[in-house]
């Protein structure tokens, strides 16, 4: 299984970004995908948002709910989280799961997102 995060960089707050993640080894239509984020070195990492199979039915934190949004393209393996709106707060390295509950697989070397006038 690998799982490859692509798209983050520095942006000011109010800006926009779009991550992407590539999924392979494994069944991606077949497991819901989720987005997590580590804010800090040794923090625990939180989940973001998650979307079904189908990729009809999505779940979002609190804290992004409104500005992020998660979709997938299944015939490309692909899961993708457009964020708008960044805040601050929004700072994090940003990883690809798939989720059961829990992540699923090891993790990625992540997409670093920093919100920073």
């Known amino acids: 299984v690998q799982l490859v995060e692509s798209g983050g960089g520095l942006v000011q707050p109010g800006g926009s970004l779009r991550l992407s993640c590539e999924g392979s080894g494994f069944t991606f239509r077949s497991y819901v995908m989720a987005w997590y984020r580590q804010q800090a070195p040794g923090k625990e990492r939180e989940l973001v948002a998650n979307i079904n199979g189908a990729g009809g039915v999505t779940n979002y934190a609190d804290s992004v709910k409104g500005r992020f949004t998660i979709s997938r393209d299944n015939a490309k393996n692909m899961v993708y989280l457009q964020m708008n709106n960044l805040k601050p707060e929004d700072t994090a390295v940003y990883y690809c799961?798939?989720?059961?509950?829990?992540?699923?697989?090891?993790w990625g070397q992540g997409t670093q997102v920093a919100v920073s006038s």
């Open positions: 799961n798939s989720d059961i509950g829990s992540p699923l697989w090891y």
